[in-house]
């Protein structure tokens, strides 16, 4: 299975609407922990509230779409006026994305996963049979977060 990301980026705020429309995507399913904000972080920063709201303006969906089993991506979500999950997402695992479509009422035509981790978000959308955007992880600082990211390095990339 390929596991290389459709389309890369730095962080989640360089992703543009235009971007998005041309390409046919608008709903995004978008990782929170080290995507959105650093692990353990409260709120998300001033940046990516004022790219979800420039999305939402712009008639795309985002829906926090996350493996934490904690009520943090209701919390982002809320911060960030944005849908959530409220359900662990069980990442790479594909059967929870229907669900969480309905939610916009979007197909996965329509859809990509937005994440840091190759093993966990790029690997969802193939399991799903959408698109991918990898982004940089915002802070590592867990020495096991820093060896997944080590093994994931041959994949971070685009085609």
Not at 35 to 45: C, M, Q, R, V, W
Request: glycine share 6%; aromatic share 8%; proline share 6%.
């Amino acid at each position: 299975m390929n596991l290389l990301p459709d389309w890369k980026f730095d962080r989640v705020s360089q992703i543009s609407p235009d971007f998005l429309k041309k390409e046919g995507i608008s709903v995004l399913l978008v990782d929170l922990d080290n995507t959105l904000a650093p692990y353990y972080h409260g709120s998300p920063a001033q940046h990516t509230i004022a790219w979800a709201r420039l999305l939402r303006a712009s008639g795309i969906d985002i829906v926090v779409y996350s493996n934490n089993k904690t009520d943090r991506p209701r919390g982002f979500a809320e911060l960030l006026g944005t849908e959530y999950y409220v359900k662990q997402a069980r990442k790479p695992r594909s059967d929870k994305i229907a669900e969480a479509l309905r939610i916009t009422g979007k197909n996965i035509n329509e859809c990509c996963v937005v994440g840091d981790q190759i093993f966990t978000d790029v690997l969802l959308s193939k399991n799903a049979g959408c698109r991918s955007i990898l982004v940089e992880p915002i802070k590592l600082s867990n020495p096991l977060h820093i060896v997944r990211f080590a093994l994931e390095l041959p994949w971070r990339h685009t085609k």
